[in-house]
């Protein structure tokens, strides 16, 4: 018999989610980096995520009487409406300020934020052209603080995203010794390829591969590579068909034109033919090998069109999805503490 989770009563289905999370609460308060999230914390987020997924658009209570303000200062599609769906369906009240708010007037990051938070919201989601925005204000904000992509640092959400779609994929295929949900990453080898040097995506997901064990390469012009990235565990191709062989994962990141990316390759076409992500090039990879990609897809650039979303091995859409479920599992779990702590912070 299947059950139809999205037609439990409220209480069942808070219940539910009740049963699964077992009083557990995260170990922070505010997410600006990846290295804030432990194991321990990382299995509790997957396994409430896994859950929020399987109910897809249901309305929790959740997070009733709690308010967030989305404020994305870049442009951005898939992180900034599923953060705001997030917080609707646990029932919170939102907000988006950003492109025309008074930061274009001359106001300081700072002091819009603190205006935000004095409305006593509970989460500021917060996406900045520069890098360390995020962690310069979540030291002065009574709300938690929610990096959504700063700069070149850090995009924390997308790379818990990711490394989920990688585990539910490894464990459908019998991932795990035990038969059971696949918890880290070893033996894996996953080869990101692109725009290294200007890639937030990179900068988190690297983090969280290295602490799952994963075997990490690189591939990409020596111009979109940052001089120190061995010190990431990472091994470096400027041969992406050498870099492809054995892969289990390939994820390819896009040329990032609005940083300047384009001045460090003789164009976008002869980029393409060097390292785009093509058929011939998929078929280098392992048999069972998925395709990533964080989005927004440059077709025909960074991935061939014909795999960028349809492709059987193609994860594209399933990472959105599992976005969802991740920014769902957060919000609850930030807002909604079951030991009643609060951060600290101190006015600026
Ligand atoms: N992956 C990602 O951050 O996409 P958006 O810019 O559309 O949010």
Not at 109 to 132: M, Q
Request: charged residues 25%; hydrophobic residues 40%.
């Amino acid at each position: 018999m299947v059950v139809v989770l999205s037609k439990k009563s409220p209480s069942a289905a808070e219940k539910d989610l009740n049963s699964i999370r077992k009083d557990r609460d995260l170990s922070f308060f505010d997410l600006v980096s990846v290295d804030q999230v432990s194991i321990e914390d990382l299995a509790l987020l997957y396994e409430v995520a896994r859950r929020f997924r399987d109910y897809k658009t249901y309305k929790f209570s959740f997070n009733k009487g709690s308010s967030q303000v989305n404020a994305f200062f870049e442009p951005s599609t898939r992180t900034s409406s599923s953060f705001d769906l997030a917080a609707k369906q646990l029932s919170m009240d939102t907000a988006g300020v950003a492109g025309n708010s008074s930061v274009s007037k001359g106001e300081s990051y700072l002091d819009t934020i603190e205006t935000i938070d004095a409305y006593n919201v509970k989460t500021i989601v917060i996406r900045s052209k520069e890098s360390g925005v995020p962690e310069m204000l979540a030291r002065h904000t009574q709300a938690a603080i929610i990096n959504a992509g700063d700069g070149w640092h850090e995009h924390p959400t997308q790379a818990l995203l990711d490394v989920l779609t990688m585990l539910d994929h490894f464990s459908s295929r019998g991932g795990s010794a035990s038969g059971g949900q696949t918890k880290n990453l070893d033996g894996k080898v996953v080869m990101i390829v692109g725009d290294i040097t200007h890639s937030r995506v990179f900068g988190s997901l690297v983090r969280l591969l290295r602490q799952l064990k994963a075997q990490i390469r690189t591939a990409s012009p020596l111009t979109l590579i940052p001089t120190e990235v061995e010190r990431f565990g990472v091994k470096h191709y400027t041969d992406v068909n050498e870099a492809l062989i054995g892969a289990d994962v390939v994820y390819a990141l896009r040329v990032q034109s609005e940083r300047g990316a384009n001045g460090y390759i003789p164009s976008l076409r002869e980029y393409s033919k060097m390292f785009g992500i093509s058929r011939k090039r998929l078929d280098l990879a392992k048999k069972n090998a998925i395709l990533m990609h964080p989005g927004p897809v440059i077709r025909d650039i960074d991935v061939h069109s014909a795999l960028a979303a349809v492709d059987p091995q193609s994860q594209i859409l399933q990472q959105v999805e599992n976005g969802m479920a991740v920014r769902k599992a957060l919000l609850w779990l930030m807002c909604d503490r079951i030991d009643g702590k609060t951060k600290e912070f101190k006015r600026k």
